[in-house]
Nanobody
Framework: QVQLVESGGGLVQAGGSLRLSCAAS????????MGWFRQAPGKDREFVAS????????FYADSVKGRFTISRDNAKNTVYLQMNSLKPEDTAVYYC????????????????WGQGTQVTVSS
């Protein structure tokens, strides 16, 4: 069982930056690929980024490529999402998720989810 707790959300102006964190319970964090997803009001939840257990492989949605960076610190059981050059369309609840070994962009392949953290980007 893995428990995930996101933090770092908030209100920021367009062009600004935020760093989200997701702290995981358990002693086998490095076995889990991690993903970030987001859900804007009235829209379906969508893939943002994912990272392999070692941190050696990362994947991004086209909409955030070049602006967002996913990383992890396995010693701290934490995955991060650095978000730069934020746009109003990045406004959403951001969720982290975990699945065994292989990163994925498909949310149904993730077994564990956090409660989400709100990110609001003002224009």
């Amino acid at each position: 069982q893995v428990q995930l707790v996101e933090s770092g959300g908030g209100l920021v102006q367009a062009g600004g930056s935020l760093r989200l964190s997701c702290a995981a319970s358990g002693r086998t964090f490095s076995r889990y690929a991690m993903g970030w997803f987001r859900q804007a009001p009235g829209k379906d939840r969508e893939f943002v980024a994912s990272i392999s257990g070692s941190g050696g492989s990362t994947f991004y949605a086209d909409s955030v490529k070049g602006r967002f960076t996913i990383s992890r610190d396995n010693a701290k059981n934490t995955v991060y999402l650095q978000m730069n050059s934020l746009k109003p369309e990045d406004t959403a609840v951001y969720y982290c998720a975990a699945r065994i070994i292989i990163p994925s962009a498909k949310q149904y392949e993730y077994d564990y989810w956090g409660q989400g953290t709100q990110v609001t980007v003002s224009s």
